[in-house]
């Protein structure tokens, strides 16, 4: 990247934090950049994230699975071939209307993955996850958490489509289930986002309305997962965006990252 393409990068992140601030009602951005490490060291980093993972999602868990991860270049070779393998798939009915199929975006050594549900119509065209309005809304989001776009990992539970972008069925799921399962264990982020109620079903297989879940830690193997709102929902009803911004600075708080100030009232 140039220096003009990284200024206008920056130029880019920086409006979407100041959009998502104002949309929220978050306030400034902590002491400086919110995305310098409260931390400071990976040690204390893992710490942090060991500590809260076990007092919130009362199960002992070391989340430093990074340290058991393949090699950068291993890792990127086997997620280019699963890509592969995903766009010649046919175990379930979702393969016959996709127009292509969707595998990921972003950065493959991500300490934060998001997992939505499955691609709409704008992600089957183009073939990346979350690159419509609500992929736009996203974006805002993670840039609020001072991440740029790709330094974070996004997927989804199911690769393909489904029709009229309905809900995927448990069986396609379930079929689709160990693509996640080993983008999961290559990337081995430190903290997943689980975005909406499908999202957390595919992932954990809890159901129960995202509304009750939303804001609690749960655990995917070893690894801490906070669900929330779908960027989607919060297009509809954007008054969510308080309660998603809430769950966004947990995450941030379990990476060891600064928090900005508490939200101002409406
Ligand atoms: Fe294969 Fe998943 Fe697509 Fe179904 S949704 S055809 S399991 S890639």
Redesign the pocket.
Known sequence: MNPREELARLAVEVRAHAEWQMETGATGSGEGDPRSTVAGTSTNATTTTTTNANTTATTTANTNTNTTAPSNATTRLRLVELADE?RR????G??SA?TQ?VFARGSTDAELCFVGEGPGADEDRQGFPFVGKAGQLLDRMIAAMGFARDDVYVCNI???RPPDNRKPEPD?MA??KP?LREQLELVAPKVIVALGATAVEGLIGMSGGITRLRGQWKLYRTIPVMPTFHPAYLLRNPAAKREVWDDLQAVMKQLGRSVPPAGRSA
């Open positions: 995903v798939c046919t175990k379930c979702l393969h996709r199929t199911v690769k393909c396609e079929a689709c693509y």
